[in-house]
């Protein structure tokens, strides 16, 4: 019996520690290890997986290739269909009354050497022209530029004066990234995002 247990030592060592002394990847430990599977003797195979133990731990801690980086902006941004600096930290400061509620609007270009200024929480606007979604959802033309649309999910119908400069709209920041709109001066917050 003792020659049987020194055979299957012996075999152990033949065919893992080269493997081991060569396993420089992780493909490489995972054929050592199904090598160590292959041994009929249960004190071999054991012998052979204590023996590539530490290697299997060394390589499998370090992440695959695809996983080595950080997730980028731009990843992170597409998770879920969400922009998550938009919903939680509102990404880059809209410091102008044109930057307000242009999360979802391709930013300008940065002007070098530009001061820090204060972020803005409002803006108010005239109507240079508003329409109706065939949902019954408004999209409104600011004189500054700007467009707005009623989101799909506000139930709420809007009421504008005939005469689309009669209007005037103030927009506020919501809860979570969301924009709210007064026409008006009315007290009725309707729902909307930025389109241009």
Not at 129 to 151: A, M
Not at 164 to 188: C, F, P, Q
Request: proline share 8%; net charge negative; glycine share 10%.
């Amino acid at each position: 019996m003792n020659s049987r247990i020194f055979g299957g030592l012996w075999a152990v060592v033949v065919l893992c520690l080269p493997a081991a002394a060569l396993a420089d990847s992780r493909d490489d430990v995972l054929e050592a290890l199904g090598k160590c599977a292959a041994i009929a003797d249960d004190k071999g195979r054991l012998a052979c997986y204590d023996t590539l133990s530490p290697r299997a731990k060394d390589v499998l801690a370090v992440p695959p290739e695809t996983l080595a980086h950080p997730p980028t902006k731009e990843e992170q941004e597409t998770w879920f269909g969400f922009d998550i600096g938009g919903l939680f930290g509102r990404g880059q400061k809209q410091t102008t009354p044109q930057q307000f509620g242009s999360e979802s609007v391709p930013p300008p270009p940065a002007q070098p050497g530009e001061p820090p200024k204060e972020e803005v929480e409002s803006i108010a606007a005239g109507v240079t022209e508003y329409s109706f979604t065939p949902f019954g959802k408004f999209i409104v033309f600011l004189d500054n530029g700007q467009i707005w649309r009623q989101i799909e999910g506000d139930a709420d119908q809007a009421h504008f004066s005939k005469v689309a400069t009669d209007n005037k709209v103030t927009i506020e920041r919501g809860m979570l990234g969301s924009y709210n709109m007064l026409i008006n001066g009315g007290e009725h917050v309707y729902k909307v995002r930025r389109v241009k």
